[in-house]
Nanobody, 128 residues
C-alpha cells in the first residue's frame, strides 16, 4: 500500500525559504507522476509543482505563481520527493500536500483529480 508522508513545513518570514519532503513507501513502479499541492484557508486545493517519470525519462511542471521561486526534485534512492521554496510570500501560506499516481504524462498534471495517493499535509505559514 502506498503511503506518502510530508515533513518540513513551518513558519517563516516573507523572503525566507523552506524545503518540504515527501517520503514514499510501498511504491512499485518507474512510471508515475508525483506532485505538490496546497490549500489555503477558504480556498480550493491547487497544484504547485509536479514531476513525471517513465524509466530514465522525466519532466516537471510548475504553476505560474511559483516559477522561479520553487523547485521540485526527488531522490530515488531515498524514495523522497522535495519542494524547495525560496522567496516565500504571505500568499504562499497553506497546507501543502504530496500526491502520486501510477501514470506517466508528458506534462505532469497540476490537477488534483489526476492523483490517487495523498499525504496528510504539512503546514507552511509565511508572515509579512
Amino acid at each position: 500500500q502506498v503511503q506518502l508522508v510530508e515533513s518540513g513545513g513551518g513558519s517563516v518570514q516573507a523572503g525566507g525559504s523552506l524545503r518540504l519532503s515527501c517520503a514514499a513507501s510501498g511504491w512499485t513502479s518507474n512510471n508515475y507522476q508525483m506532485g505538490w499541492f496546497r490549500q489555503g484557508p477558504g480556498k480550493e486545493r491547487e497544484g504547485v509543482a509536479a514531476i513525471s517519470r517513465i524509466g530514465a525519462l522525466g519532466a516537471s511542471n510548475y504553476a505560474d505563481f511559483v516559477k522561479g521561486r520553487f523547485t521540485i526534485s526527488q531522490d530515488n534512492a531515498k524514495n523522497t520527493l522535495y519542494l524547495q521554496m525560496n522567496s516565500l510570500k504571505p500568499e504562499d501560506t497553506a497546507m501543502y500536500y504530496c500526491a502520486a499516481a501510477y501514470q506517466w504524462a508528458t506534462i505532469p498534471a497540476l490537477l488534483p483529480g489526476t492523483y490517487t495517493y495523498w499525504g496528510q499535509g504539512t503546514q507552511v505559514t509565511v508572515s509579512s
